[in-house]
């Protein structure tokens, strides 16, 4: 496979292999646990795996900025015009904290490259299973090396999907949605389950807001480069790097089915409305 992002690739699976490691060392042996939410939790764990991440990519990339979960933005060096070079590194060190910290072995550690607000490099590494999942911009999605597609099931009533409506009404809408799926799930780890399609272990991901941008920036480009049709709720694209917070939606499907489920959520929040 050649591409132009050949080094970042290997850099950025290396490390995200030795960020998994870490993590694996201190599964199950945790001796801090901390509340940012009702929630959300936050382990020493998190914090030693983004100082790993954080410090390799200064070392590496020294002029980059970076986009981390637990300690918010790191400049990258200006030019003389005050403008930045255009990379940004996106981290979430350990997406699916509150599994990790209750021994339940679904998470992961997720680090992207956005390069003049397009992502371009994406690994997630799936410590657990050894699971490698890896994307470029100008290449295939990837499973420990092998290319991977997004399942090519016919019919939506044979979907698999990671679902998440949240908000007021989140769990009635998800219940008129069940009866047109085969079943649907929801695993604590965003970024995990959104590179589940990449493969066909889900069929489809919904979620209609809560994500921050280290949930999706190199699942959604693994996703998109395995053959979904990856947007936002609405259908418009899914990276909006203007978007801060948890207010990022993504709905990631086969094409012959994305249509129709942006087509059912928007008529589930039409109803609604209506009722209102």
């Keep these: ?27 199950e042996r ?26 390799a990519i200064k070392a590496r990339y020294p002029d980059d900025a970076i986009l981390a979960e637990e300690s918010g933005e790191h400049a990258g060096v ?29 998470y ?17 590494f799936d410590p657990a299973r050894d699971d490698l999942y ?28 990671s679902l998440a409506v949240i908000g007021r009404g989140g769990l009635t809408r998800e219940r008129k949605i069940a009866p047109l799926i085969r079943i649907h799930r929801r695993m604590g780890s965003a970024a995990l389950a959104l590179v589940y399609v990449a493969n066909g272990r889900f069929d489809a991901f919904i979620q209609n807001g809560g994500l921050s941008p280290w949930d999706v920036a190199a699942a959604g ?17 899914w990276w909006n790097s203007r978007l801060r917070g948890p ?3 993504v709905v990631a499907a086969p094409a012959a089915q994305h249509g129709a489920l942006l087509e059912l959520l928007a008529s589930l929040k039409t109803r609604r409305q209506t009722r209102r």
């Design 134 to 161: 890896a994307a470029t911009i100008d290449g295939p999605a990837t499973l420990d090396g092998e290319r991977i597609e997004t399942s090519s099931k016919e019919t939506l009533s044979d979907y698999v999907v």
């Design 108 to 124: 992961c550690v997720s680090i992207g490259l956005v390069v003049d607000d397009v992502p371009t490099v994406g690994v997630v």
């Design 247 to 249: 207010r990022t939606s």
């Design 30 to 55: 945790l001796e801090r646990i901390d509340y940012k939410s009702k929630r959300d939790v936050v382990t020493d764990a998190d914090y030693a795996s983004e100082r790993l991440v954080i410090d």
């Design 221 to 237: 480009l693994i996703a998109e480069r395995s053959g979904a049709v990856v947007t936002d709720v609405t259908g418009d694209a």
């Design 78 to 106: 200006l030019r003389d015009d005050g403008s930045h070079n255009g990379r940004t590194w996106v981290i979430d060190p350990l997406d699916g904290t509150v599994n990790y910290a209750n021994g339940i072995p679904y």
């Design 1 to 27: 496979m050649t591409t132009r992002w050949a080094d970042e690739l290997t850099f950025t699976t290396d490390l995200a292999r030795r960020a998994g490691a870490l993590l694996t060392a201190s599964y």
